[in-house]
């Protein structure tokens, strides 16, 4: 879906303007407060004929200019009316704030939502939302925005989706966050959130696309822009909800999309290179440290670069604790450092001694020495910055650090606050103006870290980037197998399988023991019972003619009395193997996104420790 109508709007009306609180009048203030040109903006409400000084039209059609969008902030029920407004002035897109849609769950609110989109269908109007707050292009100076937001220039290239208009607010508040977009998406009725992903994965002013996701509701365009992402090498960081059953149930109730099995989304993130986080600072982090490097480093080798014991300490143990990749610093490094900085012992984790931030010409000169090791691909720098505190070491550090990067340095840095803090805003743009970002606190700081190398390890080129998607409407005839059938069918695809030995009878039970050699395992064969042990339909480890009869005679007595309605083939029996480790190889079938390959510990454990992994077929 081509969104340029939405959000590259020339002209806009705001329907429901008004100077009390409301999402019209937050809408107005965002528009006089950040919009550079006015000239096509108009303001729409009944009952008034100004709002903040600016001209206040009755309707729609008083209007003398064509409106490529309008921004609905009126009752649900005005909705369908203004719709018809919109179209004779030759609207074709709308953002639509109103609740009470499908995010309800009653069949009434579902009927409303199918009512809404089918007017836009018939209209031809591409419709944001319902149930959402809109979105600002800062790229092209749009403003289609209805909650109030901190006056400050949030220009940046992070292209931000929401599926929470909360979320949405906060985000944008976050003093460092500066984006190109940033989009609440709320119910994506007609817009579904994979049509904002591809328009940001293809949008160059984007350098990173941040999502909180509760769901999808479009499996075969996910895939697409998750594809084109991983194959543009653009970095796609993701917060999705519905780890837990209730986080999953809260998902679907709060935007009506389905949150969909969480191991499969894991499955699915692995196989494109998507970095999932695990909250929203951990986003704000990630999306952050993508953003503002100047480049990717070439391969994720690291090292860290303190002015004390405890700093160089901590970096050491979170490096250990989040799997970050230190670089092996050479001989010759470790030499120059150690003439530099006569006390201190080079290592990575690197205590420098606080030497380093007296003197930026010194500081220059260690990082100059770091960086140029072939070992090292990005360097992290310990620096807490306070707002209040006055220390002359963070100008000398940045000094240093600017003439690094001023003598043609490539490799990156960032800075890692020991402490969260309130940031020196002017010494903060100064060093992302650099190219140079603050991360936070250590844990988030180092858990940023381990997502850039996972991404700069990502190798699209080695994966198969598809999924066997379910198609739909198809309706399959479900039957289970029996054991023995199931073997064969697997034997038929090429897969090296012992389907073991039918036996219906005492006599058959004997030859065939015979045949394959104790000791033997003894199974009920039928497709009507799949939990064999649950009625006495498993015997193990028999070693000899009198235990397999007897075993026999059991399961099929055992079978008669506990599954009396089982039609039973008679009893499988295998060769019995010797202990080791078992694991389970099977297809979990996505309802979504199609079957899933899982391997994992197998045997009495597979309920117990729950250890196995999925990920989406085909493989390479």
Known sequence: MDLSNVLKARSIA???????????????????????????????NKSRDYVYGRKCYPSLIEIDDTIDLVMICTPQATVPSILRDANSKGCRAAVVVASGYSE?????????????????????????????????????????????????????NI???????????????????????????????????????????????????AIYLEGVTSPEKFEASLRKAALKRKPVVVLKAGRSEKGAALAASHTGTL?????????????????????????????????????????????????SGGETGICADMGHLFGVPYADLSHETKTRLKQLFPFSAPSNPYDSTSTAAYNAELFSECLSTILNDDAVSMAIIGMTIFNQVEDPSLEIMYEGMRNVISSGMRKPMAILSFIESTRNQGLSCRFEQLGVPILAAPKYAFASIKYLADFINYRPETKSLQLALPIQGNQYERRALSEYESKRFLQQYGLKVDPGFVATTRSEVVQTANKIGYPIAMKVESADILHKSDIGGVKLNLCGEEEALDAYDQIIQNAALNAPQAKVQGVLMQKMFPKGIEVILGIKNDPQFGPMLMVGLGGVFVEVFKDFALYPVPVN
């Open 104 to 156: 309800m769950g009653t069949e009434e609110a579902h009927l409303k939502e199918q009512e809404l989109k089918s007017l836009a269908v018939e209209l031809d109007i591409a419709i944001m939302g319902p149930n959402c707050i809109g979105f600002v292009n800062y790229m092209d100076d749009v403003y289609a925005f209805g909650c109030p937001v901190q006056n400050r220039d949030r220009k940046g």
């Open 259 to 307: 949150a969909g099995s969480d191991k499969s989304y894991d499955a699915i993130f692995k196989k494109f290179g998507v970095i999932r986080v695990d909250d929203l600072q951990d986003l704000l982090t990630t999306s952050l440290l993508f953003a503002t490097l100047p480049v990717i480093p070439e391969k994720a080798a690291f090292v860290s670069i303190n002015l």
């Open 14 to 44: 705001i329907i429901g303007a008004s100077e009390k609180n409301s999402f019209g009048s937050d809408a107005c203030n965002n528009i006089l407060t950040y919009k550079k040109d006015l000239s096509r903006v108009y303001f729409v």
């Open 159 to 209: 292209g931000f989706i929401s599926q929470s208009g909360q979320f949405c607010i906060s985000v944008m508040d976050s003093p460092n966050m500066k984006f190109s977009y940033s989009i609440s998406v709320g119910n994506c009725s007609m817009i579904q959130i994979e049509d904002y992903i591809d328009f940001l994965v293809d949008d160059d002013e984007t350098k990173v696309v």
